[in-house]
């Protein structure tokens, strides 16, 4: 166990609805990661937040949206859903942003678009 | 940009050695991950490198050569546990608070009897 929490477990919903996935990283940890795993495409970086500012951002489409809170926890917004959204979305969490530090990786969100 | 290359798949005995190789090219270096990642899990933290050389952790150890850019993964004494993906990521030369690892497509280990 990683310490890192994600809601929900797996998630069905159908084509243009919205979903938020929801991340809670370890305790003390002020970063927060979200990466997208499709079977075709491996892990892909999406966005990376520290203390509730952007700080890096990958190949997010613009239907995609995060936010960090103040308490640290983290939701990502996917709308207008597509089939091809659908894939295992990881939340990871580090003590700060930058340097050699390791990424704790949460359970995931498996999402299913039908 | 960053181009990160692995073996698809690999296929290695119990008891054995394997040593995943990857290779990369980047625009800005600052260190090299290697994480386990069994099917429908998480992907689990194994070592990191930075400089170049050789980290050694239990079973496993990591390379790094920065000129050459490339990197292996040596499993030792391999266990049915092993049989798992393994993924290399790079992190950019950011600034700051910015942080962002790049991931291989994972080379799918397959430990046999």
């Known amino acids: 166990d990683s310490g890192v929490t994600q809601t929900p477990k797996h998630l069905i919903t159908a084509t243009g609805q919205r979903v938020t996935l929801r991340c809670s990283p370890r305790?003390?940890?002020?970063?927060v990661y979200w990466y997208q795993q499709s079977l075709d495409q491996g892990l892909q970086f999406l966005i990376q937040y520290y203390n509730g500012e952007e700080r890096a951002k990958g190949n997010i489409l613009e239907r995609f949206s995060a936010q960090q809170f103040p308490d640290l926890h983290s939701e990502l917004n996917l709308s207008s859903l597509e089939l091809g959204d659908s894939a295992l979305y990881f939340c990871?969490?580090?003590?700060?942003?930058?340097?050699?530090?390791?990424?704790?990786f949460g359970p995931g969100t498996r999402l299913t678009v039908l | 940009g960053q181009n990160i290359d692995q073996p698809t798949e690999m296929t290695a005995t119990e008891g054995a050695i394997v040593q995943i190789n990857c290779t990369y090219q980047?625009?800005?270096?600052?260190?090299l991950f290697w994480y386990q990642q069994h099917a429908g899990e998480a992907p689990t933290f194994l070592s990191y490198n930075v400089l170049d050389g050789l980290e050694e952790k239990g079973r496993f150890s990591s390379f790094l050569s920065r000129s050459k850019g490339y990197s292996y993964l040596l499993l030792k004494e391999l266990q049915m546990k092993d049989s798992a993906s393994y993924l290399c990521a790079v992190r950019a030369l950011n600034t700051g608070t910015a942080s962002k690892l790049t991931f291989g497509t994972g080379t799918r280990l397959q430990v046999t009897l």
């Open positions: 980047t625009s800005g270096f600052n260190g």
């Open positions: 990871a969490s580090s003590p700060l942003a930058g340097g050699g530090n390791e990424q704790f």
């Open positions: 305790s003390g940890d002020l970063s």
